[in-house]
């Protein structure tokens, strides 16, 4: 397992945080903060910053605290608190007793908001929702003031005073900051900073009736928690000035670095939690939880491990600027985690009877099979072996194209681990033609060996013995969209969903070892894929898998392409 405990490689983000160490900005402190707001489950995005985030405060000997940036009453819920908490412990990060909630600093922000009034530098103002969108203009029009913009303090004081006491409607004031109304930034055209809005609160209840907005409350509440690197996605680069000058203006004693790096986006999936709460209410997948989803629960029950999260997140590194991973990529860091500790099992997925005609009946042999072979400290399991088997249907053709390797009238080939056998007859369903069991021989000299006279048997197919195996039900699993980039359609991303997204096959055979497996337990089936033993569906007597990915490996494809 490559990377996961050596140190990152550097970004411009460490660069900046290594010059401020240098020169004692933050006086050698390094404090982040991981801030969801608790509206929806954590994704593979927010992965990324919170390996960011967690990895660049244990790099530089500093801590990252756990925020709810729950500042937004509508949508936000204890139980997203408690899958976002779940989330992140399981990603393998650790935030001590720095669980924090923005809501918990709700008096303190509106104490600095009447800080602002008492200098003059915010006002209440009375204009409509869509009066203040008109007015603050465009990038090429210059916005214009507000005609409350100068109330006299005392008026605004009484005023916020009487918001906060639920005087007044929803939406009938708003506290806005008295910046400039022409700035070239569209943000620092006096943005609002307070709104009434009457919603119970999940933490607070219905204490508050105003809320602060995102721009405002996030500042102080890093402030507020000496927070020395801010790290946030690009949309808020706009958004940095106002950031400074926020602070400066309540001349606070905590002044955080904000620095913006560019979202992750994910080939052939959708991160935004917006548009994740729609596939959820709309049913077009189980829940957050859903095995197709990007969400870090999905992926958890899916079967995907920590470790390959992490992986992934280090290797596609941080930058400036927005592009489009290839899931193939995540995909390949998962393989690359299991290869190494994934023992290697045999299982049939879609079981084809091969009848071993000179095979005595009611023999059993067993064959040892190594765990995995390229290690063999991971030991090895006895499989047995009997005079009817499955194979997997597509390993027998009744015409063989070219290329094909694997079984087919008249041909031979080795099953995994044990003899070479050799076709001699099939039977098929008088009504529909579908071949339904397959008649070979065995060669029993080839136990383990090639044949002595020489000829070449090239293909190896897995087998189960049909006494001897036990029934499974696999899901399988393929990407959750059909096309590459769903979020840059127009019209309704859910068009774009693939139909065959889960595969269920409830007719597999797995090898008898498998019997006594622990929920939980992850496996490589041999030339089908890494497959996790769902503690959720399976039950004593029951084994659900869920395929984590199959073996071919896309992304090692078109890497080793472009390195030629
Ligand atoms: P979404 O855009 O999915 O609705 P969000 O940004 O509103 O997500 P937050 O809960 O505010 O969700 O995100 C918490 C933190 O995670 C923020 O610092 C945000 O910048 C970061 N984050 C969110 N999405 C991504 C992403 N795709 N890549 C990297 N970081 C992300
Ligand atoms: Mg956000």
Same mark, same amino acid.
């Given at each position: 397992m490559a990377q996961t405990n050596s140190s990152p490689p550097?970004? /411009?983000?460490?660069?900046?945080?290594?010059e401020h160490i240098r020169s004692n900005r933050f006086q050698g402190r390094v404090a982040t903060r991981f801030p969801p707001e608790p509206n929806g489950y954590l994704h593979v995005g927010h992965a990324k910053s919170i390996c960011l985030n967690f990895g660049i405060a244990a790099q530089y000997k500093g801590a990252c605290n756990?925020?709810?940036?729950? #500042?937004?009453?509508?949508?936000?819920?204890?139980?997203? @608190? +408690?899958?976002?908490?779940?989330? %992140?412990?399981?990603?393998? /990060?650790?935030?001590?007793d720095r669980l924090f909630y923005a809501s918990d600093y709700f008096e303190q922000l509106y104490q600095f908001a009447v800080q602002l009034i008492e200098t003059g530098k915010a006002y209440v103002c009375s204009l409509s929702a869509d009066e203040i969108r008109e007015q603050r203009g465009t990038l090429t029009e210059p916005g214009k003031e507000s005609p409350y913009r100068n109330r006299s303090i005392e008026e605004n004081?009484?005023?916020?005073?009487?918001?906060?006491?639920? !005087?007044? +409607?929803?939406?009938?004031?708003?506290?806005?900051? !008295?910046?400039?109304? @022409?700035?070239?930034?569209? &943000?620092?055209?006096?943005? %609002? /900073?307070?709104?009434? !809005?009457?919603? #119970?609160?999940?933490?607070?209840? &219905?204490q508050w009736c105003i809320y602060p907005m995102y721009d405002f409350a996030h500042c102080l509440s890093d402030s507020i928690e000496k927070i020395t690197h801010s790290i946030c996605t690009l949309e808020f680069e706009?958004?940095?000035?106002?950031?400074?000058?926020?602070?400066?203006q309540l001349n606070v004693d905590y002044h955080p670095q904000q620095i913006e790096f560019a979202r992750l986006n994910l080939s052939y999936t959708i991160l935004s939690k917006r548009r994740l709460i729609e596939l959820v209410g709309r049913e077009h997948v189980t829940g957050w939880d859903d095995p197709r989803m990007p969400t870090i629960a999905g992926m958890r029950g899916r079967g995907y491990t920590p470790e390959a999260i992490r992986n992934f997140c280090a290797r596609i590194g941080v930058a400036k600027?927005?592009?489009?991973?290839?899931?193939?990529?995540?995909?390949?860091? @998962?393989? +690359?985690?299991?290869?190494?500790?994934?023992?290697? @099992?045999m299982g049939v997925l879609r079981p084809l009877r091969v009848v071993i005609d000179n095979y005595p009946e009611g023999q059993v042999e067993e064959f040892e099979c190594p765990n995995r072979p390229q290690n063999p400290g991971m030991?090895?399991?006895? %499989?047995?072996?009997?005079? %009817?088997?499955?194979?997997?249907?597509?390993? /027998?053709? +009744?015409n063989p194209p070219k290329k094909y390797y694997r079984l087919g009238p008249g041909r031979e080939v080795r099953l995994r681990y044990s003899f070479i056998i050799k076709c001699v007859n099939m039977v098929k369903d008088k009504q529909t033609g579908e071949i339904v069991e397959v008649h070979c021989t065995y060669d029993p000299e080839t136990r383990n060996g090639p044949p002595s006279d020489g000829r070449k048997v090239e293909g190896v197919i897995h087998w189960v013995s049909a006494n001897h195996s036990v029934p499974a039900e696999v899901r399988l699993y393929d990407r959750l969209f059909q096309i590459a980039d769903p979020m840059a359609k127009e019209d309704d991303f859910t068009k774009y969903l693939n139909p065959r997204s889960l595969e269920t096959l409830t007719s597999c055979r797995v090898e008898s070892s498998l019997a006594g497996a622990l929920p939980g337990s992850r496996f490589q089936f041999e030339r089908l894929g890494y497959f996790y033993l769902d503690p959720k569906d399976s039950s004593p007597g029951k084994l659900v898998f869920n395929r984590i990915v199959p073996l071919r490996d896309s992304w090692a494809k078109v890497a080793s392409q472009e390195k030629k």
């Open positions: 550097s970004d /411009f983000i460490r660069e900046m945080i290594e756990l925020r709810m940036d729950d #500042t937004d009453p509508s949508g936000e819920s204890l139980e997203y @608190v +408690e899958s976002i908490i779940n989330d %992140v412990r399981w990603l393998g /990060f650790d935030w001590e004081l009484a005023l916020f005073a009487q918001m906060r006491a639920g !005087k007044f +409607e929803d939406g009938a004031h708003v506290l806005r900051a !008295k910046i400039d109304m @022409v700035s070239p930034n569209i &943000t620092m055209r006096d943005p %609002v /900073f307070y709104r009434i !809005k009457r919603a #119970t609160h999940y933490r607070t209840g &219905t706009n958004n940095r000035p106002l950031y400074d000058w926020i602070l400066d600027n927005d592009n489009l991973v290839d899931i193939s990529l995540l995909e390949h860091c @998962v393989r +690359e985690d299991l290869n190494e500790r994934a023992p290697r @099992v030991g090895s399991r006895m %499989v047995p072996f009997s005079r %009817v088997l499955y194979i997997e249907q597509e390993d /027998f053709h +009744e």
